[in-house]
């Protein structure tokens, strides 16, 4: 494999998403693409390699102008340069050596040793871990603006507060070289990625974190520029109502139901604290999502497409952007390993087909720990990867036979029933009712007759703009304040009434399901009061009676389900008139 082809394939994946790498490899007609049905199916890594084999540079220069890259990445290889949405034929390996040489000249030794900072911290740097690695009393400040200037190091994340650089991937290789950090034999390995390590996954995600923040950094700027008014005042009547009745118009009235919950916990990513009249409750609104059923029952659709978009099935996403990490693909030990990069921060790792992560053994313990937010310690054979917090949360599916009553998993591990405890589940049966509805939503998206567009657009935009100002982000913090979650009496009451009703249905003593079950009502409520943020001026925001009812209706079907069925929850839902 020649160096070109290797950066040809940086490039690729630098300048274009998933889904517009399957579209190209799709039309290129490259064999690699023709067996996946769905962007989601393939490998972005082995995309990108499979079309900047098949290229040369008139064709590369052509999917540039007719596929609409990433206008905002910048890429400065040996080969080829990208900057400003242009692609050119050239390099930037000499223009970056004249301008190291330029700036050693004015700094002296201290560019050098600034540049040695990012090289061994392998990652964004501020001026604050810049100075750490610095001899005391330097000022960096004027070396990395040159140096941005020049185009050695380039924006990887910027607000209010913190401004941070990077050293590009692919001009690494020559700035060691500039460094004396390596011979020339040594960066011809590290361009072709043949005779060394692999770069660390962390690492490699972090970057991926960067590119996931800027894409949010993008939408707000674009939101409060230009729709910011119009959404505030759909908020003043929004609500989970409003959200269930908008599916129900798409989906029909059994499968809105699973869209529902999962773009409710996209509001609840902001992880909001719960509060009571008397104080803290110790609890925020953050929860891992499970649709778990029969194959074929809509599950993929509503965990990843609603959320992500499915541009061939012409449906826009819902999901915030820049807070979905799609892990489709990975095993769960590389998971366990990028995971680190994600400590700290909350994020929503969408994991279709999650059965495959127990085909390898000893997997429910660190998943178990990350649903708990706990502490990740995982010995390998040949390292150790932690100790460190998980703070993120997860949108998964997985395959179950459903019976006539109740349900059989088929993920072998005994242990697993741990992993379910800790999501909120909702069991797919492939009933008449539910067929009919796939097949109906399949056709009218076909032929034309949902349009989703506008109104998927308020409900991001709504979306992203609550998330915004429940995290503080310092484009909007100054204009929409933080409100924490007030948990109601009436709340409390009507959660002990369900708790109640449900232990009189169960004819046992023993009980199959354990008191996580109210920990996700109160959650998802919580969360799902958040659609109503902009309904009041109070430094709070009260449980919606409606958000209640669906997270009661979810509580008692719950317990029904992990009971195998041992009673009806149309009874009980009847009994205390939640239906």
């Known amino acids: 494999m020649t160096d070109k082809i290797v950066e040809r394939k940086l490039l690729l994946k630098r300048a274009f998403s998933q889904t517009k790498l399957f579209e190209i490899g799709k039309a290129l007609n490259i064999s690699y693409f023709r067996s996946f049905q769905s962007e989601w199916d393939i490998n972005s890594d082995k995309a990108a390699l499979e079309i900047s084999t098949t290229v ?63 090289i061994e911290l392998d990652e964004g740097c501020g001026v604050e871990e810049i100075k750490q690695n610095l001899p005391e009393g330097t000022n960096p400040i004027p070396i990395l603006s040159d140096l941005e200037e020049l185009g050695v190091i380039v924006p990887s994340y910027k607000s209010k507060h913190l401004l941070e650089w990077v050293i590009l991937e692919e001009t690494s290789p020559i700035i060691r070289l500039e460094l004396g950090l390596a011979s020339k034999e040594l960066e011809r390995k590290m361009v072709t ?22 894409e949010l950094d993008n939408y707000l700027n674009d939101l409060l520029k230009y729709r910011v008014d119009r959404i505030a005042l759909f908020g003043k009547s929004f609500s989970v109502a409003s959200l269930a009745d908008y599916l129900k118009d798409l989906f029909g009235p059994i499968l809105y139901f699973d869209s529902l919950l999962s773009i409710t916990q996209q509001y609840g990513l902001a992880d909001v604290e719960i509060i ?39 449906v ?132 034309g007759e ?7 657009q308020d409900i ?8 915004a100002a429940e995290t503080e982000h310092p484009l909007v913090q100054d204009r929409f304040p933080p409100k924490p979650i007030m948990l109601t009496p009436k709340a409390q009451e009507m959660l002990m009434k369900v708790r109640e009703a449900i232990l009189n249905e169960i004819p046992r003593e023993v009980v199959r399901f354990s008191a996580r079950l109210e ?20 430094d709070y925001i009260p449980i919606d009676e409606e958000a209640l009812r669906y997270a009661l209706q979810l509580y008692i079907e719950e317990a029904s389900v992990r009971s195998q069925d041992e009673f009806r929850p149309e009874a009980v839902l009847e009994k205390l008139s939640i239906a």
Request: charged fraction near 25%; charge should be positive; proline fraction near 4%.
């Open 450 to 456: 949902i349009d989703i567009e506008e109104g998927a």
């Open 316 to 447: 826009p996403p819902h999901g915030i952007p820049g807070r979905n990490r799609y892990a489709g693909g990975i095993t769960p030990a590389r998971f366990i390993r990028i995971g680190q990069a994600y400590s700290g921060r909350v994020f929503n790792f969408i994991i279709p087909e999650f059965n495959d992560w127990f085909k390898y053994k000893g997997m429910v313990e660190p998943l178990k720990l990350a649903m708990e937010r706990g502490e990740i310690k995982y010995e390998m054979h040949r390292e150790v990867i932690g100790p460190y917090h998980f703070t993120s949360f997860f949108s998964v599916n997985y395959n179950v036979a459903a019976l006539g009553r109740g349900y059989e998993v088929t993920i072998q591990d005994p242990n697993f029933s741990a992993i379910e405890d800790r999501m909120l589940c909702r069991l797919h049966r492939l009933t008449k009712q539910r067929f009919v509805e796939i097949a109906d939503s399949q056709m009218r998206l076909a032929f």
């Open 519 to 538: 920990d996700r009502a109160i959650r998802f409520a919580s969360a799902a009061s958040l659609l109503t943020y902009f309904q009041s001026n109070l």
């Open 460 to 467: 991001r935009d709504h979306l992203s703009l609550v998330y």
């Open 56 to 118: 040369d540079n008139k064709r590369l220069k052509e999917i540039f102008v007719k596929y609409g890259p990433r206008e905002w990445q910048v890429f400065n290889g040996q080969y080829y340069t990208f900057k400003d949405g242009e692609l050119r034929l050239e390099g930037s390996w000499k223009t970056i050596q004249t301008a190291i040489s330029q700036i050693k000249k004015k700094y002296g030794e201290r560019c050098s040793d600034v540049l040695r900072c990012f």
């Open 193 to 214: 990625g043949v005779g060394i390590p692999k770069a660390e996954p962390e690492g490699e995600e972090r970057r991926v974190i960067e590119g996931m923040d800027r």
């Open 276 to 314: 009571h009249s008397g104080g803290r409750t110790g609890m925020q609104t953050g929860w891992n999502l499970s649709l778990f059923g029969e194959p074929g029952t809509g599950k993929s659709f509503s965990v990843r497409d609603i959320i992500l978009g499915k541009t061939d099935a012409k």
